[in-house]
Every structure is written in C-alpha cells, then in structure tokens.
C-alpha cells in the first residue's frame, strides 16, 4: 500500500519560512519523480516544485528564487523549503510521487501566510 504523508505546514507570517516533508512507504522511492502541488480555495492544483530521480528540478515561476525542493533517499523523503513566503502562497500542499503510468497523492498540508 502506498503511502506519501505530509508534515510542516500552518501558518506563518508573510516573509517567513517553512519546511514541509513528505514521508513515502509502499514504493520504491529513488525511482521516483516526486513533486509539490498547491491548491488555494476555488483554484485549481498547480505545480509548484518537482525533482526526478536524478535530482533534476523544475519550479513554478512564482516561487523560483523562494522555494527548494530536494529528496533524501535514504530517508524516502521529499522536502519542501519554503522562504520569503507570501499571502498568495496560502494553499493546501500536497505530495505527488509519479513513474510511468503511477501517480500516488498525499493528503495534503494546509499553509496559511497572514500577519
């Protein structure tokens, strides 16, 4: 049974960071492309920050500059830091592991910048 779980969000004032961690079991995970997804309130999911397997990344172009994703493989871990954090990037984070024709979701973390 594959399972990807989120950690690290909630609510943080605008300019400060985050760190969100996205655990995955069921899978073999250094195969894996893992990605971060963001979905606000009556929008659709966009595509925030992805790293193949080789750890080749690609960002949004609203959070390059702000944003990191990396992988620990040897922890089946993806992470997420998030710097310089702005209203607009409150959102329901959600994990995504992808590979061929799978693609495995997490249930989402909620991060809400707001002074």
């Known amino acids: 049974q594959v399972q990807l779980v989120e950690s690290g969000g909630g609510l943080v004032q605008p300019g400060g960071s985050l760190r969100l961690s996205c655990s995955a079991s069921?899978?073999?995970?250094?195969?894996?492309?893992m990605g971060w997804y963001r979905q606000a309130p009556g929008k659709q999911r966009d595509l925030v920050a992805t790293?193949?397997?080789?750890?080749?990344?690609n960002y949004a172009d609203s959070v390059k500059g702000r944003f990191t994703v990396s992988r620990d493989n040897a922890k089946n871990t993806v992470y997420l830091q998030m710097n310089g954090l702005k209203p607009e990037d409150t959102a329901v984070y959600y994990c995504n592991a992808a590979r061929l024709q799978k693609n495995y979701w997490g249930q989402g973390t909620q991060v809400t910048v707001s002074s």
């Open positions: 790293i193949t397997s080789l750890s080749s990344t």
């Open positions: 069921g899978i073999t995970f250094s195969i894996y492309t």
